[in-house]
Every structure is written in C-alpha cells, then in structure tokens.
C-alpha cells in the first residue's frame, strides 16, 4: 500500500474557526479523519500533519522522500514566498513521487499577493477552490497515478 503524505501550512489548524466564510467549517480534526477515509477507500495510507513552522514542513518533506511517500501540500503562506518549502517539494517529482499542492479557495480570485505559487512550478499539479473536496481530489489524482 502506497502512503502520502498530507502536510498542512501556517493557521490550517485553525479551520472550522478561522474565516469559515472563506475556508468553511470543518475543522483540521474533521478534515484528517476525511482524508484518512478518502485514502482508505483509494487503498492508500494517508498520515497528515500540519504545522506554523516552516522547519517541520521542510523536514517532512525530507522524510516523505526518503520514505517513498508521495505528498499533498497545503503550503498556505509560504505558498507565495517560501523557497525553502519550494526546493524541499522540488525533491519529490525527482525521486520519482507526486506532490500535489492544494488550496480550499481560489487563490487567483483573492487578493494580488497570493496570486503567485512558488511551488506550483515544482509540483505534479494543483487542486484549489473546491474547499476540502480540493483534498479529495488531490488523493483520487495520486492513486489514478499509481494505478
């Protein structure tokens, strides 16, 4: 059984009380137990985290590729600045693993600053918009991948 990885960014462990008009109300708790369904049903094996440190986010990433794990990404902020972040998700597609970057709302439709992705340009693809779905389908693309 395949494994990924579901890393969440900075205030991600806010949802269901941060903005939920923008981000919804399922909390970061609702949201792993989904994701741990949803890969279940894919025949995958899904460990998320998150953090507001992006030195844990690098790490894991670290570890998803000595481990084989392919990743699904949530960079939040450091979405828009973290080259960091952006070199350390650069080592998945080269060990041969996807990463998926995804978003609950729409980044090109908010404010200017988050328009630019400097991960997208190093990822298998981006999901955003569909809210928690966006995760979902992030999980379904991995395992049509594989399969």
């Known amino acids: 059984m395949s494994t990924v990885l579901i890393l969440n960014g900075p205030n991600l462990g806010r949802l269901g009380s941060r903005e939920p008009e923008k ?3 399922t909390t970061h708790d609702d949201l792993v137990a989904e994701a741990m369904q949803w890969g ?3 025949g995958l094996e ?3 985290r998150q ?3 992006e030195t844990d986010l690098v790490h894991w990433l670290h570890e998803a590729v000595d481990s084989e794990w392919h990743v699904v990404i ?9 080259y960091a972040l952006r070199d350390a ?5 080269s060990a041969g693993l996807s990463i998926v970057e995804v978003h609950l709302t729409n980044p090109a439709t908010r404010e200017e600053f988050r ?12 999901i955003a918009g569909f809210g928690v779905d966006s995760y979902r389908l992030a999980l379904e693309a991995i395992s049509a991948r594989l399969h």
């Open 23 to 25: 981000y919804g109300t």
């Open 40 to 42: 279940s049903d894919l």
């Open 115 to 126: 328009h630019t992705s400097v991960i997208s340009g190093v990822a298998t693809g981006t």
């Open 51 to 53: 953090s507001d440190s």
């Open 89 to 93: 998700c650069a080592l998945l597609p």
């Open 74 to 82: 949530n960079p939040a902020a450091f979405t828009h600045y973290s």
């Open 46 to 48: 899904v460990v998320v």
